[in-house]
């Protein structure tokens, strides 16, 4: 790899718990209750329940946008089935209209439309954490602090804070941890055996994480060490690199701005990273800029040994769709700088309730996005399920006191050691304005550099420095140095 001075910089703020490993998928949830219990920890203070003597609350109506379309496997109906009903006698008081998105729909601007329109969801699990700084200063999400602040599970240190400093503005909450994303690097130990290398012993540093997976490449067999994932998406796996590389793709202003520093040493010793594993090691696949579905593709059909993503994005594929054994895939940390930390990227879904809502709706929408994620027995219910229709949940839980692999069964017994390590040094993605609209304009500088055969560190940081700046002159308000 080309050598370039180094610098470290100062590193944003790790998540706030070691997560217990567990997953989640847009529904993390667990077992329907059926009773109507008073109070408990799994509902904010003060919530009226129907207990004894308890006044009955005053009927109120949601809509949500979860129901299960008829594409979806029957198994996954059910089980929405289940979980709806196990609310609905929690909480006989709430009726929710249960609508379902048609396939392919892009539910965050079909949410703007609908909220324009007067007919938007009370509640919905379509949120990331990277959006929500943007939606609370424009207004299409509602300040929920009340509710979020005298939520006894909050109170109980129960609730994951990794997520805090993207939900928390400006000390108001404007969301609820739905799921937590983690990304690493997927290992195909069968690819890696056949190349007569050893899965076990892999680098992790970029300049001999590069080396072995240029040894593993093989174009004249269809198999190749890396898929890099080079398309208009590259900014987010690059964040990543960029923190192993040191640095940061944005650091705080003391006004809440940012300042873009992808840019500086670490952000080019990256790019140049990514630019060595095409053209010096020979690592990648023939296209690397080729689409979402193609790199997919690469790694479950056993073409690509090493991809940066995560597990439940290729095993369900890998195992049912191609005959592949759960044995024959590892975990790998992120590859990283010499010296460096090796960071592994975590990020999340949240739940936002709409601002047009009434605040009977708003607690009825917060009740129902806290039975979904954090109801324990709902929780074991969705993990049990999911387990046994051969799709485990392998993620980090945002309950810190529940973990979904204690109930998955046939997983390597490694995996959970592995990921219960990677979650010690999981970090959250930037939580800027405008954050999305940086990782948008980035995109065609990172594909110029690497597919740029000759390109200098020099040549390299002059294009990143050039994006920066246009990124300050476009967002004033968001950036500045």
């Avoid at 050893?198 to 060490?225: H, L, M, Q, Y």
Wanted: glycine content about 10%.
């Amino acid at each position: 790899m080309k050598k370039t001075k180094t610098f470290a910089l100062s590193m944003s703020l790790m998540l706030g718990i070691s997560m217990a490993v567990a997953g989640c998928g847009s529904n993390n949830n667990g077992g329907a209750s059926t009773s109507q219990p008073p109070a408990t920890s799994e509902t904010p203070s003060g919530t009226a329940q129907e207990s004894g003597g308890a006044e009955q609350p005053k009927d109120v109506t949601i809509v949500t946008w979860d129901k299960p379309g008829p594409s979806e496997p029957q198994w996954k109906v059910e089980l929405y089935e289940q979980m709806l009903k196990g609310f609905q006698d929690k909480y006989p008081w709430i009726k929710v209209d249960a609508q379902e998105l048609a396939p392919g729909t892009d539910a965050l601007q079909k949410y703007d439309q609908a909220l324009l329109a007067g007919n938007e969801p009370t509640v919905a699990n379509i949120f990331t954490d990277g959006n929500i700084k943007q939606r609370a200063k424009d207004g299409t999400l509602a300040d929920i602090t009340a509710l979020y602040e005298n939520w006894d599970l909050q109170k109980e240190g129960k609730v994951i804070t990794g997520m805090d400093p993207s939900l928390n503005i400006d000390g108001k909450w404007y969301g609820i941890p739905s799921y937590i994303d983690l990304n690493y690097v997927v290992v195909n130990r069968k690819l890696i055996q056949d190349a007569g290398l050893d899965p076990d012993n892999i680098p992790t540093t970029f300049e001999g994480f590069g080396e072995f997976a240029g040894k593993v490449t093989d174009a004249s067999k269809n198999r190749f060490g890396f898929g890099l994932m080079g398309m208009e998406w590259n900014a987010w796996p690059f964040t990543n690199f960029v923190w192993n590389a040191g640095g940061e793709m944005v650091t705080a202003n003391e006004d809440g701005t940012g300042r873009l520093t992808f840019a500086e040493q670490p952000g080019v010793d990256a790019v140049m990273f990514w630019h060595d594993l095409v053209w010096e090691y020979k690592a990648t696949q023939k296209n690397v800029l080729e689409g979402w579905q193609d790199l997919m593709n690469g790694f479950t059909q056993g073409r690509t040994a090493m991809q940066w993503l995560g597990l439940s994005s290729f095993m369900g594929d890998y195992v049912n769709k191609y005959g592949g054994k759960l044995e024959d895939l590892d975990i790998l940390t992120t590859p990283h700088a010499e010296g460096k930390t090796s960071y592994n990227m975590g990020g999340g879904g949240v739940w936002g309730i709409s601002p047009k809502a009434t605040p009977e709706q708003q607690e009825a929408g917060f009740l129902y996005a806290a039975y979904n994620s954090y109801d324990l027995d709902y929780l074991k219910l969705n993990a049990q399920t999911n387990a046994a229709n051969n799709n485990p949940i392998i993620l980090p839980s945002v309950r810190t006191d529940f973990s979904p692999l204690d109930y998955a069964e046939g997983l390597p017994e490694s995996w959970k050691t592995k990921l219960n390590e990677l979650a010690k040094t999981a970090k959250i993605v930037p939580s800027f304005l405008n954050w999305n609209d940086v990782k948008n304009a980035i995109s065609k500088p990172i594909q110029e550099i690497i597919l740029t055969k000759d390109i200098t560190p020099e040549e390299a940081q002059t294009i990143l420095q050039k994006c920066a700046d246009e990124l300050y002159a476009k967002y004033p308000t968001s950036f500045h140095k």
